[in-house]
């Protein structure tokens, strides 16, 4: 199954001239779906994984899912003011301005190998955020997934420190 | 073993004198998450759900759960704006004002059974406009699922026309 003929491409979302990579029509499609969460789960089942931490909202998705396969726990990374108990915070840089990204303090606890789990590596700034509050709660990052890569982003250079697995890759 | 032990009651969120019920600590617990995951399978297992539909954003981490052990379709119903595709927009009423969400139009199919998950029924009013997102696409609503149901704000009144579901319930 070539899990690249179920995304969508759709010109001018957000804004003109981007060409948006829509994952819906994956994921609304059976064998699809089924396909690519076994697919991510082949590449870290081997792995020692306490924890898979999705982002908010997207990564909440296969992110839940892979927790589920692996019996780890699932930690919510989401955007500012949605989480109701104490938490990290952490801003990144995007193209014009900052955003910032938070995770509740007791989530994650010393000695959890974490999964942290994405539907799109573009730039990584978000990624790379997601990381540094993971490493604040004492968490070890073991790798990080994504469904999506956009090459042409270089999000990588920004992950230096993380072993990256995507699954479609657009140059 | 005792799920509702798993949530963490939050005085005053989102605003003052509301006691928000918080899932993240039920959901980074390994065994808790899988066996509210199970729980909820338990529950519709027997139905033949051909699209699994959630409701952003929490709605995405066991409704994602269902579709895969269902072998089902995923659906995200989503804030306006969010979705770069052709939508239905349906309106629904809040305590003050109102909000909308939003589902692909080319989501569901007519002859669709669509189980529709959230994480919490509270006043109805978000399950009930997803419902009719569904139903103007073709789908037919075999059951809605929650993890957890605030049995004082009487929800299920807004839902008498379909089968509800929760785990978890507040008298």
Known sequence: MHLADFIRNVPDFPKKGIIFKDITTLLKHPEAFQATAQALFEQVRHLPITKVVGIESRGFIFGAVLAEKLRAGFVPIRKPNKLPAAVYSQSYTLEYG??????????????????????????????????????????????????????????????????????????
Chains 1, 2 share one sequence.
């Open 98 to 171: 900052q955003d910032a990204i938070q995770m509740h303090q007791d989530a994650i606890q010393p000695g959890d190998y974490v999964l942290l789990h994405d539907d799109l590596l573009a730039t990584g700034g978000t990624a790379k955020a997601a990381c540094q509050l993971i490493e604040q709660a004492g968490g070890k990052v073991v790798l990080i997934s994504f469904v999506i890569e956009l090459v042409f982003l270089n999000g990588r250079k920004e992950l230096t420190d993380y072993p990256v697995q995507s699954l479609i890759t657009y140059s």
